[in-house]
């Protein structure tokens, strides 16, 4: 069945640094588009990034320029960096992939943005 298991995240200073992964497997991995969301407490949860099957990226106006999404096809691995932090972007981020008629999400991994 398909699995994804993000890791990476934790607390860091505004203006640092984190790169996040997510494990994929249960599909074939290289086919699908993988996109990254976060959710902040007390908000809906809101799209951050994808990347295409063929290497193509789109960022919500709000990370572009700071979160760069990448993908290793031969790891089976998404990955988000993310640059220049700010407080606004707490919250537990997501890896969602939709192989079929069925959206998958993973657990999420917790980024906090504090001094």
């Known amino acids: 069945q398909v699995q994804l298991v993000e890791s990476g995240g934790g607390l860091v200073q505004p203006g640092g640094s984190l790169r996040l992964s997510c494990a994929a497997s249960?599909?074939?991995?290289?086919?699908?588009?993988m996109g990254w969301y976060r959710q902040a407490p007390g908000k809906q949860r809101e799209w951050v990034a994808t990347?295409?099957?063929?290497?193509?990226?789109n960022y919500a106006d709000s990370v572009k320029g700071r979160f760069t999404i990448s993908r290793d096809n031969a790891k089976n691995t998404v990955y988000l960096q993310m640059n220049s932090l700010r407080p606004e972007d707490t919250a537990v981020y997501y890896c969602n992939v939709k192989p079929g008629a069925i959206n998958y999400w993973g657990r999420g991994t917790a980024v906090t943005v504090s001094s």
């Open positions: 990347i295409t099957s063929g290497g193509i990226t």
């Open positions: 249960g599909f074939i991995f290289r086919l699908y588009s």
